[in-house]
């Protein structure tokens, strides 16, 4: 199936979602007018841990077009706490209820006739706190006198577990020659999408159902999971996402909450509610990624072989943990021995409540967390032993005669030849030639460095992964989870125009475009001809827990489904010509849209025909067949499996491959950097639109260069948010960003239909290690050691001051 | 983030600007771009319950020369700024601080005005104004004052006006082009960010190269822009060298003066330091662009 | 609560009157009140450049103004750039070269350039890149963005 030479699929086909978003003329969630649509606000909470002993709602009742005020204590009434994989009781609504826990935390929403009067009645509630010590640092939540968030748990730890897998580490460290050990803090960055989170709900008392408009990118588990929260039937609660949203990247897979959050405020006020989070919110209390602390040690061989690795991840998804955490740590279990043929390894997990603000999956999801500590410690063990960081990394790939290779973790790579596609990458940066430019450099003084990462970009989660949070023994008592599941509805109407349903719902991907060309070759058509609907509408939709656009889904499962979706319907359209022309089924070939006998092809019949027999004739169609003409599919990868009876687990189901190559110059002086040079090559499998997956890539390279040096949800001890505005939150703008050679390498996925993997995120995963590796290539004369994110200029002149003071 | 309400006046004079402020009382502020205060205004920062728009004050947007001053109405755009050939000639180190403010949609609408009374100690072009010895003419209900911008910034965000003042104009000496060597260099986290540390320098030369007079001004170490006296005084009848830059740029940054603050962006420590390179940097910049250097 | 105020502009060649609050931001005034939807808002602090519209010909963030101080003003947002149902030489780069892929920052990056090839119609890479600084866009990673500008700017000087 996969790999043959199409007409459309493999172009860049201009993007047709385009010609709505140049002219202004998109929809988007804020541009959703509803008749009678009041406006909510939402009062925040100040401080980073105390108690809520009284709220007071009387004055902002009174305030002028008012409607009416939710509190904590209403929302406790109202729902219950959002299931969630881990087997401590947590508690977590969408608004506090006794205790606030991190700063921007929900207490009280008001809904008025404007957002302005909203904000002005925010104003007058008066809550009456008391404040406790916050804790923010990962380490110090987990000591023993450590103020607890939750005293229902009784410590700071939502989750802690222990893997093994291979052979045993004391045993392994006696086989190494060196194990080198460091410990390595990954920062809290977000997506920020330009546009933030927005809610419309209204509530029928008469039907006791919800309408939710939002601009949710899923995983509609917490669709489910929302329902559950508001014990309703999941059909109770419609959701509409709108033709367009303005950028998610996991982001905007944390707005669950406020959709539970206004179902309630609307069925409390009456009306229909509209929330739009504004930047100050969005910056609070959206989501992030954890922060993460590893210590990671690395067993190695003279030759660079690595033996194998033991870390201990501890991450902390703040004030609460909600779905799909604990997912961050366990996200990655099948890759993550990356691309290298490491058997063993011993894991330590934890996971940690803290003051600070929440947690979602952030393109990459858990895999930057990762990389950057066993990408580093690769290039910590290849200087230890003497050893070029290039050669390091061929002397531990996975080759490409290992495929299909089945990690230690549980992972299942089907294809893939990392040293080829980590060759091609050297060769675009000219990988000799700078670590010759670099001597020189050197020499004249200058702080030159040379940064790689050599990644596996896993895409396409089993939602097998967040089990893996409970052990063995829990696991035994509960139903397996498992499943990767897209959907398409692919229908052909009465005059023969084919539409398409999707059930993933896109955030600027360009769905609607490489949908449209996969159906011009499937069914022989223009992809101009092609309808792709894009709202989605949870009532009227085909979905599942695991359907929606996260961890790059579209591109290998929705494309498998369309596909299979379009085959179905073409097979329906044969059986249909076959009878029509009065032949066998096994004779009828389609051709560039016509159907026709094997043996006269100037006899044929467009799909038109087929289509218009199918609705406008329906009496005489084929025994057994229905009629229209439409194929359907949830199809799901065979590889996704329920975790073993060993913690492995294929947690996800395409794996691709990244090489980053970064050239820095860093200015001793002011700790600036300057990107020299820059090469990214991926291997995507098949490449559906070359100018769409060049637009992925770059983007995700800008957004990891937010996370290295520029972006931070950044607290003080007391936990108060020091990055709550655009100002401080710093995204890259246009000169932050360096020119990038992008390349690719195609090795194309046996499991789906068109042979392509996820494309969207791996430079997200591959960046923050290279750029660390690359300034600690630049600094290593000094003796500096990177460890740590994102490097501003003030922290990079600190580091180099710090070697400094210390040889003189 | 919506601002809270208030009343709205247009008033059309300077004097009709003055009696509002007059009767609006304490509450009231002026508008000027907005680009500071709108801001902080949605933020809920800064709450007035009365708004006075001076954007309808024509005559408070003007440049022009007169003797050997620049002379320009608190209301002239920092984009007008930027791009006037008479600044680029008579002030360029003006033109050139203010390309670092922001972006350029804000610069259409931001005065030079409002940036001085914001007071602002990393903003570009109150910083320039200490460097160029500026002089601040300030309306109010018993007339005119007028104050050097050494004495303009008392803190961080807070300038001498008083709440029923008036920044009408701003008269800046010019600089003699055959004369005087200048530079405005800076460190921000992201291009047009507020500095984390600026230094404008300016020098007056003799044909010989050798140094009349340094101006240097420093922004981000301390709760205002602040002069170099310690290096000014050094370099002041000296011929200029690297060696005398980098000895006056160890001055600037160990002058008392320099006290700055640590926040997320960078620490103290750090300021101090790049107080010191940019000083240097900001001085070689300056003498090698200078056409008797060469 | 003070009062509303008359507003009278003129957006995209079009007369709008209407009533507003003083302190009614011009976005929401736009987006509300005219239902103008095509500029957006992304921050209110004038950070991001989503709600950059041309202001008499000037390119302001309309976050940062009140609608009572537009009064008498000639807008131009995103809604205009296109003519007689045609799109405009920057849209089509924009189009041809991938440099949008959510949309939401596009009405920003459209005005900012419309403007910037305004004033300088033949532009250096660097130049067009500081001109797109001003908007953030969290999608593309600007260089597909900065390629559309530079093949705009040849597009047009070829109409021209
Ligand atoms: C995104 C963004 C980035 C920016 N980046 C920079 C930067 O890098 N560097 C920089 O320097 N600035 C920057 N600014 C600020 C910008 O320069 C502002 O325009 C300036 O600080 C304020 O000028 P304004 O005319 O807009 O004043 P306003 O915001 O209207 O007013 C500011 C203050 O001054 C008072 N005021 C204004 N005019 C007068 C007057 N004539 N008499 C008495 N009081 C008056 C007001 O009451 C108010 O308190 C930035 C702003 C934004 C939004
Ligand atoms: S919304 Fe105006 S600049 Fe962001
Ligand atoms: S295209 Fe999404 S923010 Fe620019």
């Known amino acids: 199936m996969s790999g043959e030479k199409k007409k459309w699929v493999g172009s860049s086909y201009k993007r047709k979602e385009d010609m709505r978003l140049l002219t202004g003329r998109g929809t988007f969630m804020d541009d959703i007018l509803l008749p009678n649509m009041k406006h909510a606000a939402i009062l925040r909470s100040p401080y980073a841990h105390a108690k809520i002993l009284d709220v007071d709602i009387s004055e902002a009742l009174k305030a002028p077009g008012v409607i009416g005020v939710v509190t904590g204590e209403d929302v406790k009434k109202a729902s219950k706490p959002y299931p969630c994989g881990v087997t401590i009781p947590t508690k977590y609504y969408t608004c506090a209820v006794d205790k606030v826990r991190f700063v921007g935390e929900p207490v009280a929403v008001v809904v008025a006739d404007n957002r302005y009067l909203a904000e002005d009645a925010l104003d007058l509630i008066e809550v009456d706190y008391d404040p406790l010590e916050a804790v923010v640092d990962i380490e110090k939540a987990i000591e023993p006198d450590a103020p607890v968030l939750h005293e229902n748990i009784g410590s700071n730890i939502y989750n802690h577990r222990f893997f093994k897998y291979g052979t045993d580490w004391d045993t392994l460290c006696q086989e190494a020659d060196e194990v080198v050990k460091w410990k390595f803090n990954f920062p809290k960055y977000a997506g920020s999408p330009i546009e933030t989170y927005g809610v419309i709900a209204s509530y029928s008392s008469f039907e006791n159902s919800y309408v939710v408009y939002n601009n949710y990118q899923g995983p509609f588990v917490n669709h489910a999971l929302t329902a559950m929260a508001l014990g309703i039937p999941e059909n109770k609660m419609r959701w509409i996402i709108p033709t367009d949203i303005g950028g998610g990247f996991g982001t905007k897979t944390g707005i669950y909450p406020y959709c539970a959050l206004m179902s309630i405020v609307a069925k409390k006020t009456g009306v229909t509610v509209k929330w739009i989070e504004d930047r100050r919110e969005h910056l609070l209390a959206s989501a992030t990624c954890t922060d993460r602390v590893t210590y990671i040690e690395a067993a190695v061989r003279k030759d660079g072989k690595i033996l194998g690795l033991k870390d201990k991840a501890m991450d902390t998804t703040g004030g609460y943990i909600r779905p799909p955490e604990p997912g961050c740590a366990y996200r990655s279990t099948g890759n993550h021995t990356g691309a290298y043929d490491i058997r063993n390894l011993d894991r330590e997990v934890y996971i940690v409540a803290t003051n600070k603000g929440l947690t979602a999956p952030l393109r990459g999801y858990g895999c930057q967390e990762l990389y950057f500590s066993t990408e580093r410690i690769t290039d910590m063990a290849a200087a230890k032993l003497g050893i070029d960081p290039a050669e390091i990394r061929f002397k531990n790939f996975v080759q490409p005669e290992q495929m299909p290779y089945t990690t230690a973790t549980g992972g299942y790579y089907d294809v893939g030849n990392y040293p080829a596609a980590f060759q091609k990458c050297l060769d675009i940066v000219e990988y000799d030639k700078m670590r010759e430019y670099q001597k020189k450099a050197r020499a004249e003084g200058r702080l030159v460095g040379i940064g790689l990462a050599s990644v596996v970009d896993p895409s396409v989660t089993n939602i097998a992964y967040v089990a893996i949070g409970k052990t063995i023994e829990e696991r035994k008592n509960e139903r397996d989870k498992s499943g990767s599941g897209e959907a398409a509805i692919v229908k052909v109407d009465p005059l023969g125009g084919i539409t398409v349903i999707c059930s993933t719902n896109p955030q600027g991907q360009g769905h609607e475009t490489v949908i449209s060309q996969i159906i011009a070759d499937e069914f022989g058509v223009h992809p101009d001809e092609v309808v792709v609907d894009s709202v989605l509408d949870s009532s009227d939709r085909l979905y599942s827990i695991t359907t929606g656009s996260f961890s790059s889904r579209f591109a290998s499962s929705g494309t498998t489904a369309i596909v299979r979706a ?59 067949i229905d009629a229209g003409l439409f194929g359907t599919s949830l199809w799901t990868m065979p590889t996704s499996r329920p975790p073993d009876g060993k913690d492995r687990v294929n947690s996800s189901n395409t794996y691709g491959f990244v090489a980053e190559a970064i050239v820095v110059e860093v200015d001793q002086e002011t700790g600036e950097i300057t990107f020299l040079k820059w090469a990214s090559v991926h291997d995507a499998g098949t490449i559906l639109n070359p100018q769409i997956v060049r637009g992925q890539v770059l983007g995700s390279i800008v957004q990891a260069i937010g996370g290295s040096m520029y972006e931070e949800q950044a607290y003080d001890e007391h936990g108060q948010c020091l990055t709550a505005s655009f100002a401080d939150y710093l995204c890259p703008t246009a000169m932050e960003m360096p020119k990038v050679d992008v390349d690719h390498f195609e090795s194309p996925s046996v499991l789906t239909a068109l042979g392509s993997k996820g494309a969207g995120e791996g430079s997200s995963m591959s960046v923050p290690p290279a750029i660390g590796n690359a300034i600690a290539d630049a600094l290593a004369p000094l003796g500096v050691v990177v460890d740590e994110l994102p490097l501003s200029p003030s922290k990079i002149w600190h580091m180099i001051d710090e070697a400094k003071a210390k040889t003189n | 983030m919506k601002p809270t309400a208030f009343e709205y006046f ?8 003055l009696q509002l402020l007059e009767s609006q009382g304490d509450e009231a502020k002026i508008i000027a771009g907005g680009q500071s205060l709108v801001a902080m205004m949605n933020f809920r920062a800064a709450r007035p319950e009365a708004l006075i728009d001076i954007n309808n004050i024509k005559d408070l947007d003007y440049i022009r020369e007169e003797e050997d001053e620049l002379v320009i109405g608190a209301l002239t755009r920092e984009r007008t700024l930027e791009v006037s050939p008479l600044v680029k000639e008579k002030c360029p180190i003006l033109a050139k601080a203010i390309t670092h403010i922001g972006h350029l949609p804000i610069r259409f609408r931001g005065t030079i005005g409002g940036t001085l009374v914001h007071a602002d100690p990393t903003a570009e072009i109150p910083i320039t104004s200490v460097a160029l010895d500026a002089k601040m003419k300030i309306a109010g209900p018993s007339g005119e004052r007028v104050l050097n911008a050494g004495e303009f910034f008392l803190t961080y965000l807070t300038s001498a006006i008083e709440e029923n003042e008036l920044l009408v104009e701003v008269r800046i000496p010019t600089l003699p082009p055959k004369t005087t060597a200048w530079s405005y260099v800076d460190i921000s986290r992201r291009f047009g960010d507020f500095a984390i540390v600026a230094v404008a320098s300016v020098l007056s030369l003799d044909n010989d190269g050798v140094c009349k007079e340094a101006r240097i001004a420093m922004g981000g170490v301390a709760p205002t822009p602040v002069r170099a006296k310690e290096a000014e005084a050094l370099l002041a009848g000296q011929k200029i060298t690297d060696s005398i830059i980098e000895e006056a740029a160890i001055k600037a940054a160990e002058s008392d003066d320099v006290d700055p603050d640590s926040d997320y962006h960078a620490t103290a420590e750090y300021r101090k330091a790049m107080t010191k390179v940019l000083t240097q940097r900001g001085l070689k910049e300056a003498w090698t662009n200078f056409e008797g250097s060469k | 609560m003070a009062d509303k105020r008359q507003v009278k502009v003129k957006v995209n060649g079009v007369e709008y009157e209407g009533y507003a609050e003083p302190r009614k931001l011009l976005s929401d005034f736009l987006r509300d009140d005219l239902e103008l939807l095509g500029t957006h808002v992304g921050c209110e602090h004038g950070i991001c450049g989503a709600c950059t519209i041309l202001f008499n010909g000037e390119p302001i963030r309309s976050c940062l103004m009140f609608a009572v101080q537009a009064t008498g003003a000639e807008i131009m947002t995103v809604e205009g750039i296109a003519e007689n149902g045609k799109l405009h030489p920057i849209q089509e780069a924009f189009n041809e070269h991938h440099a949008l892929q959510c949309g939401f920052c596009t009405p920003g990056m459209l005005i900012t350039v419309y403007h910037f090839l305004k004033e300088n119609p033949n532009p250096t890479e660097e130049e067009a890149r500081e001109a797109v600084s001003g908007v953030l866009c969290r999608c593309t990673g600007y260089t597909q963005i900065v390629e559309a500008v530079m093949a705009a700017a040849e597009k047009m000087r070829i109409a021209a």
């Open chain 1, 566 to 624: 379009s085959r179905q319907c073409i097979e329906k359209a044969k059986k249909i010509a076959a009878h029509l022309m009065k032949i066998k089924v096994e004779d009828v070939v389609m051709e560039e849209g016509k159907f026709f006998a094997k043996d006269k092809p100037e006899k044929a019949i467009k799909l038109r025909h087929i289509a218009g027999a199918a609705h406008w004739n329906q009496y005489d169609l084929p025994e057994g």
């Open chain 2, 10 to 17: 247009t008033p059309s004079t300077v004097q009709e600007a």
